[in-house]
């Protein structure tokens, strides 16, 4: 068998190049996954940009120095099998190279999934080293493959970030400040923030996206990066940094007296990705989803945790497919020129809202 691949080169996101190699033979303890689809996102350019600083590019090494592959969520089903645990024909959900297939080293096994105990893996962090059998998974259902693929990872993240901001009381603010309020993650977290009482949820965002932020429903009011005066200089406000735009951010500490906190989460403006030093008011902190999931994995139990999960899940997903006006529309690229393109296109920010990117290699 051989392996598709679409390597970057890190130093450049937008020079690519298609790979086909042989596959190596598998080794006692390992299997072959099939990678049936996956979802493209600003979330995967966010993997890129810091796939650096936040060790992104080592979960899936090319062996080739300067390219690297950009890590997706998708779905596979087992191809081959040297594992006793694992049989093949299982489909399983997790987080894979952007390739037609990959070997994974399935570790502390148990009903629900498996670890990739593979060694260069060991040292990263374990929410993106579980694969879940789709057979026992409590998110999965076959016909939502799609949305979940496209949603799910991004909503954990939006689901945890209001988490995070309401086990912090909100630092004492009343008003949240969404940028890139167009982009999954910050819609995702914006439906969370909307049924906390009290709680004034404004969207930032291009004019081109204004509409379709405000046909979501979720964001009390949509305005452009330019309106920042239309909100009070004194309010006690968060800023939840989705876009990693340097500029706005700087407007945004330097307009708000009283900005309680500055929450970034990701860079969907690669080219205006800048550095947080030397702002007004409080430092701009990164957030990372799994220190949360570690935390309410203690408070609440890893059952806890999941069972809250699901349900805000449920309720999340449902309204986001709900006829007549889903907020998504899915669009499958297939084949290698296809999935390349596809990355351009998503890379150059010039994408619908409303489209959902399923890729198959």
């Not at 020129?337 to 959902?356: C, F, I, M, N």
Request: proline share 5%.
């Amino acid at each position: 068998m051989s392996t598709t691949t679409l390597l970057v080169r890190t130093s450049d996101l937008a020079s690519t190049r298609l790979q086909s190699a042989e596959d190596a033979p598998l080794a006692d303890g390992q299997i072959r996954v099939r990678i049936e689809s996956f979802a493209l996102t600003s979330n995967n350019i966010t993997y890129a940009a810091f796939g650096d600083a936040m060790n992104y590019w080592q979960f899936f090494p090319t062996g080739e120095e300067g390219w690297g592959t950009i890590p997706v969520w998708g779905f596979a089903s087992v191809v081959q099998s040297l594992h006793p645990g694992v049989a093949v024909g299982e489909r399983l959900y997790g987080y894979y190279p952007m390739a037609s297939g990959a070997a994974l080293t399935p570790a502390r096994l148990n009903a629900s999934g498996f670890y990739d105990g593979a060694p260069h893996r060991r040292e990263l962090h374990a929410v993106y080293n579980q694969y879940l059998r789709c057979n026992a998974d409590p998110f999965y259902t076959p016909q939502t493959e799609d949305i979940q693929a496209l949603l799910r990872p991004l909503f954990i993240t939006s689901f945890l970030i209001d988490d995070f901001l309401a086990d912090n009381d909100f630092f004492g603010a009343k008003v949240m400040l969404l940028s890139s309020a167009s982009s999954k993650t910050a819609y995702g977290t914006a439906f969370q923030l909307a049924q906390r009482p009290g709680i004034e949820v404004i969207g930032l965002t291009s004019p081109a996206n204004v509409a379709f932020c405000e046909s979501l429903g979720c964001y009390s009011r949509v305005l452009t990066y330019d309106q920042l005066d239309q909100i009070s200089a004194d309010a006690a406000s968060i800023y939840v940094d989705f876009a990693g735009n340097a500029g706005l951010r700087h407007a945004i500490h330097s307009r708000f007296a009283n900005l309680k906190y500055s929450c970034s989460i990701g860079g969907t403006h690669i080219a205006e990705l800048g550095t947080a030093r030397d702002l007004p008011g409080p430092r701009a902190t990164l957030f990372f989803a799994p220190a949360q999931i570690k935390k309410r994995s203690a408070d609440w139990g890893a059952e806890g945790l999941g069972q809250r999960l699901v349900q805000a899940w449920q309720a999340f997903s449902r309204r986001a497919m709900q006829e007549p006006a889903p907020w998504l529309l899915m669009q499958l690229h297939k084949g290698p020129e296809a999935v390349a393109a596809a990355y351009q296109h998503v890379l150059a920010g010039k994408g619908d809202p409303r489209t959902g990117h399923i890729l198959k290699l």
